[in-house]
């Protein structure tokens, strides 16, 4: 992984969206910073299509999809995305919405498997507002190994399911769709490709985005999860989280 400063300027003035993940990479510590949000707000000004692909839940994703400087919001780790036409929210998601109750009983059933093993793993506060995975915590208010989490992914792949880790969760999905699925479809509806597009991320489950982006970059911690991830990041910055974002959205900027 070179330093973003090595990233050549003729690739960086063909942006035309940038896509990033939320958790370690747009959020630093639980906390949306101004001057974040602000390097956000001026890339979307600028013209850039901004698309949010996060794992975080439906719930939280139907309001950034309103109300923040965003084009779109891919959300559950692929399961859906958000675009904001007009007044309205366009909705596009793998599953069909009528599947959901059966689905979620599938969830429910493999939480329990796991829990048979480990009792002591507790489902992500945010778990109510999701509709298509399971987001057990692993590091935002409890505290799980990474050697456990790694098996939790092994037990969830024997029972059909899939599975990602991010900075704070394992998310836990049935179906054959990640963030790059969604992401792709999401930018083919603005007409655009991997192409003309980069990405930031920071943890495991940004891995296939990795893989899929020429133009990826991820921010330092994302070195922590090297051993354990298929794809890396052509590039990385020299700082760590929303400061990490900021350092790309301001070298996008010095190009122009």
Known sequence: MKSLSN?????????KAILFDLDGTFVSDDIL????YRSLEKLHDSGVKTIAVTGRPAGWCDLMARWWPIDAVVGENGAFSYSKI??????ITYHNHASLPKYKKKLEILFRKLLEKYEYLKLASDQSFRDWDLAVDIAEETNVSMDVALDIIQICETEGARAAISNIHVNIWFGDYNKENMSLRTLENYGLSVEDSLYIGDSPNDSPMFGCFPLSVG?????????????????VTNNDGAEGFIEVADFIFSTK
Do not use: L, Q
Not at 33 to 36: A, K, L, P, Y
Not at 219 to 235: C, E, L, T
């Open 7 to 15: 990233m050549p300027i003729e690739d960086v003035t063909k942006i």
């Open 33 to 36: 910073e101004s001057s974040t």
């Open 86 to 91: 007009g007044n309205k929210i366009a909705r």
């Open 219 to 235: 921010v330092k911690s994302v070195s922590k999860y090297k051993d354990i991830m298929d794809n890396h990041p052509p590039y």
